[in-house]
């Protein structure tokens, strides 16, 4: 069984430049989640997908990111205009249904902003 | 809200030796709890989790963690370290009040040969 595909796996940007990633959840899970890790610090959520509805998206900062889970598989993040403190890897994961199933990460995909 | 605390940032130990990862929680409800494994440069890995069944988890590469509701506990243990085990690990909870998944802040696990 495929995991959690991710691409790209790094990024280089300029600042004030947009970026855009893409996840491929595994077959059959409808919960789908993008996370913020920083360096030296654990992933934080950013937004939560059940099937294509985004069911919290509290702590994504909707003045710069956005996200979409059109036909409810696979989903893109979106930043624009990047600032340098951006510069983070950026986590997708799935799980079959609620919160407390387990969740399976992709390898993340690096971005750094200069 | 949950959250979850881990005591210690970084723990080395001699492989061979016994690791201990400390972890302790809060939550409003009762709490599924998980922990992850991150080598660098690869993704997060399940190791085990608990979900109201046996206080007691067995995990893979013989990790296992028990669950202490008085204690708000869920420390990770392996009897004997090994090189390979090198790693960032990651304590996680997550309530059935449909609250997300909350991470710890990591705890670094070195191994000295």
């Known amino acids: 069984e495929a995991g959690v595909v991710q691409s790209p796996r790094y990024k280089i940007i300029e600042k004030k430049q947009p970026v855009a990633f893409w996840c491929n959840p595994i077959?059959?899970?409808?919960?789908l989640y993008w996370y913020l890790q920083n360096l030296g610090q654990g992933p934080e959520l950013l937004i939560r997908?059940?099937?294509?509805?985004?069911?919290?998206d509290s702590q994504l900062p909707k003045d710069r990111f956005s996200a979409e889970r059109l036909k409810g598989v696979d989903s893109t993040l979106k930043i624009q205009p990047a600032e340098l403190g951006d510069s983070a890897v950026y986590l997708c994961?799935?799980?079959?249904?609620?919160?407390?199933?387990?969740?399976?990460f992709g390898p993340g995909t690096r971005l750094t902003v200069l | 809200a949950q959250s979850v605390t881990q005591l210690d940032s970084h723990v080395s130990v001699s492989e061979g030796t016994p690791v201990l990862l400390r972890c302790n929680y809060s939550?409003?409800?009762?709490?599924?709890l998980f922990w992850y494994v991150q080598h660098p440069n690869k993704g997060l890995q399940l190791l085990l989790k608990?979900?109201?069944?046996?206080?007691l988890v067995k995990g893979i590469n013989g990790f296992e963690a028990e669950f202490k509701k008085s204690e708000t506990s869920f420390h990770l243990t392996k009897p004997s370290a090994h090189m390979s085990d090198a790693a960032e690990y990651f304590c996680?909870?997550?309530?059935?009040?449909?609250?997300?998944?909350?991470f710890g802040p990591g705890t670094r696990l070195s191994v000295l040969p």
């Open positions: 994961a799935s799980s079959e249904g609620g919160a407390e199933d387990t969740q399976y």
């Open positions: 077959s059959g899970h409808n919960t």
């Open positions: 997908y059940e099937n294509e509805e985004a069911v919290d």
């Open positions: 939550s409003s409800y009762s709490p599924s």
């Open positions: 608990y979900t109201s069944a046996a206080t």
């Open positions: 996680v909870v997550s309530d059935h009040g449909g609250q997300n998944f909350v």
